[in-house]
């Protein structure tokens, strides 16, 4: 059994890491912390969590997260890299649901998250956690940094692409739309049903973290310059994001081929899942699933192709990728305790 | 394993029972009929189950049902009556999600489902599925009438007040509330989203299908002639039923007694949580779990207690309890396959 | 032209008066007031009044309100009463659409609202603002304390079943829904989409501040001592307000003698609607307008009658209610400015 | 008076139609047909217009349309061109809500619609409603093709842009997002609540009617050939319309100077909000109203400029727009029975 600790599990990223791991057969939840709410039973705050999830909050103090095979972060940006330290030179792995360890470019980091980078050895050796992409690293990893929801969606749609030099690397468009968790757990009148239902807008269209994190990783794909245009949207609803993006092919490719760039990179992955060519995912077709869904049009067979991706941006968007993680970290098949079906309607 | 078969399998039961029974370990789907889906991968259909489901519809001629262990008729009323007889002398189990064997009481069935019953003889053997007031009847059971969603709340709900004769039986009030599932998957234009949305009402208040279903089994608990106002109402959310129960106390009892008889009975039951005096359970704490919840109040001490039951009614209300039934019929744990973490958020 | 102040305009009560007096014909929108607030354009808060409303928020201190002709308080309990006196001094009239001036029981105000009423001689000729049951004091009134939202669907509800003598005063239940606007704009977890959506849930069933209320107002109906067991409710959706009444009849009524009672008490009533006998109104019917519309049922023709009632709570359960109100006390007809058709879908 | 005819009362369009000129101080409501609903009250279809609108749907042979001063058509494309002729040779205006006047183009309507344009004559002359960019030919036209809701804000949000010729006109990009009442009230499987609530989705990404329409339409703005991609999603409400324009920069504009160009084309317009640059215009801000807004985005000083569009569907999306296309035909004022204000929240 793995022990388990999670850092900061009061929030949905948190709350997500407890319904995935507590079905995990191969994980022993050890400690949960939360400086606030320190001795509340977890299922108190979380009434779907009774009869799953024996557990209480504690201070941190209390937490002898040290004793922990792993930690997880689901926290705001600045607690992993304050903490991450002391956990690796015991020994502890380490995954950080926040941004500490997705960035190399400390510039970046500290430009959009306003703070300085206290952590910078570390990060050098974090591995992004990205398994389709990167799964040899993270197997050797002592720290991750898991992706942002948003970038998974936008990666893995757009290599199969780039990695094969088929479209114009530097215009580049990704439309995405979120389910409100994305913006977490917070008392915010802007993501109140009153004020989020019934409507739609874009947010942050003149620039988010999320845009630096996505080149910094495309780049990885391709020798030429990337160019990247971003724009994220709030959906009136839970979970589930949906990404529509959009390149410029570069070469004369047939639909057959286009669509065999896809499948061919993604044939042995159990959590991509590749759909006939014009074929229109639906966020909930992933819902509470570790499972992204993707698949490619072409409009009026120009020269623009279309990718569209849906995932659940709890799951293979954050915590589900998290644990994915830690299975290949451990040495477990990659699924387990990832089997979940969509939950459908 | 079991081999299982599905009759009518498009609507939202039978999609819920293949999500359930998709990872039920002890499960072996076999056949799932569709007379106008035949030859359509189930997962076309339904791309939430692409990678767990790789059936296809059938017709039933081709579905070879008599070579299942059990059948599940997730149909409308009329189908179940009509097939059971030759299904039972072929040795099959049945578990008829629809009404065709709830109701005893024959002259009921048909003045409310408007056809004639053309099966008593198999009607009077068969076992009302309620594993919590009807366990050892369903483990010896050759066929059974999966209760309705409404029912399930609110038998739970009164059972523990009329067994011990604390309430006056015939004057109970159920208030309840529906998600838009629990109307099923129809082209019915009052089931849209821009109809249901944002909206509420009640519906079926002069008279519903569900009352007596509910009486009859309510009058099993108590001498007294039970009375009983249900009043449905349409909740413009997917899944979850929240029901209001309202009874007059007719002995003299404190809060901790009255926690007491709900605690008692319920204390062994591994579905059935019995919340703190006082809480108010949310639907999303059962979300895709076989999981019923319930909370006592009694407002300004008086004679009136409220009881709060809430359930996914697609599983408890439906698909999850026709699966606790399966296991109880074949030996297994009850619990098999069901031990899904509610969703949440 | 009526000169208009609204102290606290930033929640939803107050936006929703603004929406209504924007095209008032004889409201001239001349202060409104926020501390916070000061300097900002209203329709920069709310872009959806840009073109409509020019003002900006005002400290109190800048806002004149002396000068208006009437003051609404939209504003959390303790604030109406702090000012309203050296206003009414002023010969302004005050319409309070907090609870200061509804409860002419001082002991219970002050019990369910945790403070000491700082106002109680005002308090004594303050009209309760329900205008169909209050019409000439409210012409008259120098001071309204304008109904809750619930109480104002509870007491026109029951008002002619207690009027004609016809049901049991003393065991009264009302099982209310209502959107999540009621709770206000605030930044609250409990109110966020994502705990609030695809859910439901019942709130204060032990007891909430619009029980007193209720009971002060329907007491006067009766001579019989009034019992009341009232249950909230809150439904994943914006606006909106659905009572579902329970009363037992005392009496034999045939089912056109109990539409008469309605159908008489409301016949020159502008925002009554009483639908056929066996109806079920939609809270949507009534989206964005003033209209309350009920429906009678009588479940197998026995001795519980049941009252359906819908209302938009932000307009005749608040902001349209108050200017109701204010048309009464200023001459006007009572329906100016209020002729909003719901809109639907 | 202008006397008002309404063909196809029984959809969206048509009970928004008949929510506006319920209130509007010229229309006089005569006749709306239905030849399913013959004698039906249009009230008890839709409880929203009980006490606005006392018309009874008539069968199309009783409804004495050619009596009217205009008709409007809220049907299925086929049914206006088939009645138009008579309508105009009777001297009666026409405006349709549907296709059948919108493209000049006559082979793409036929490829896109199926069916052969029976009425290529009084196409000729028949004017494309958008008043914005059409007004004086709306002035004179005897009948309107009023514009799709999608084209309604790919032209107004690109219009600008194209006109100034600082953009390449051959890469338009328009990623938009409706939601579920653009698909129209029909009992369709895939509009229901349950299947469309809480999730996301596109629909029509390789080819949709609004292309050509909007193409043709792009065209006149241009001497450069139009390109265009559009891409239609699904948003889980039940109006609103979000559209995100993106258009490449051939000119070195500063961002004010891009501003200046919305400005000045729309400053005069009554129901086109230019926000200020960089601000995220909701649906919600323009509910139930037919204002239709739009902001300018750049994102990181690059070349890309973004036009967010928001919209009500139903209303500048088609029946407001329509109605503000008949007041000019009529030399009333643009706006009169338009000035709603929107709902929010």
Redo the contacts between chains.
Sequence with gaps: MIKIGIVGGTG?TG?ELL?IL??HPQAQLTAITSRKEDGLPVAEM???????VDLAFSSPEKAKLTECDVVFFATPHGVAMAQAPELVAAGVKVIDLAPDFRLQDVAQFEKWYGMTHTCTDLLKEAVYGLPELNRAAIKSARIIGNPGCYPTTMQLGFYPLLKAGVVDAGNL?A?C?S???GAG?????G?????????????G???HRH?PETIEQLQYMTSEKV?L???P?L??????M?S?L?A?LTKDLTNEELQALFETAYKDEPFV?V?PF?S??????????N?L?LAL????N?N?V?V?V?QDNLVKGSSGQAVQCMNIMFGLDETTGL???????
Tied chains: 1, 2, 3, 4.
Excluded: N, Q, W
């Excluded at 229109?280 to 699933?289: G, I, L, N, V, Y």
């Excluded at 049009?297 to 009026?300: F, K, V």
């Design positions: 949905y709350v319904r507590a079905t979380y009434p779907s969590l009774r009869g799953h468009i439309d739309k389910g409100v968790s757990r917070k008392a915010d009148i993501l109140l049903l009153t004020e989020t239902s019934d409507s739609f807008k874009a947010y269209v003149s620039g845009t160019g245009v971003f724009t949207h959906v009136p609803m839970i979970r589930g949906h529509t959009y410029r899942d759909m014009g229109h995912p639906e966020t909930r077709s992933t819902r509470a699933s499972m869904r049009h072409r409009p009026a120009g623009t279309i569209l849906v089997k979940h079906v969509p939950v459908m309607p």
